[in-house]
Nanobody
């Protein structure tokens, strides 16, 4: 099967930067769309950004101009570069991916465990 593991979170001051990584491992043949979500305390889960296998991207209005999603297909990894961080960006960040495994034709969807990002004032 497939596992997604996030890394790179932590505590930063407002105005700072972090880069999140999410690596897929296991029975991965190829990966279609990859996404970053976040969930703040007391809030609904929010789609932050997604990127297709070909590199087409889309962002939530709240992060446009500050966050950049990218991927390295050779490493089965998606990144989220977060600049000019605000207190409102504090949340648990989750990645997910549509993964084609082995000889399968269609994809299966997987989620990471989540990683904390805390922005202090």
């Amino acid at each position: 099967q497939v596992q997604l593991v996030e890394s790179g979170g932590g505590l930063v001051q407002a105005g700072g930067s972090l880069r999140l990584s999410c690596e897929a491992s296991g029975t991965v043949r190829s990966i279609n769309t990859m996404r970053w979500y976040r969930q703040a305390p007391g809030k609904q889960r929010e789609l932050v950004a997604h990127i297709t296998r070909g590199g087409t991207t889309n962002y939530a209005d709240s992060v446009k101009g500050r966050f950049t999603i990218s991927r390295d297909n050779a490493k089965n990894t998606v990144y989220l570069q977060m600049n000019s961080l605000k207190f409102e960006d504090t949340a648990v960040y989750f990645c997910d991916a549509d993964v084609i495994e082995g000889a399968d034709i269609d994809f299966n969807n997987y989620w990471g465990q989540g990683i904390q990002v805390t922005v202090s004032s």
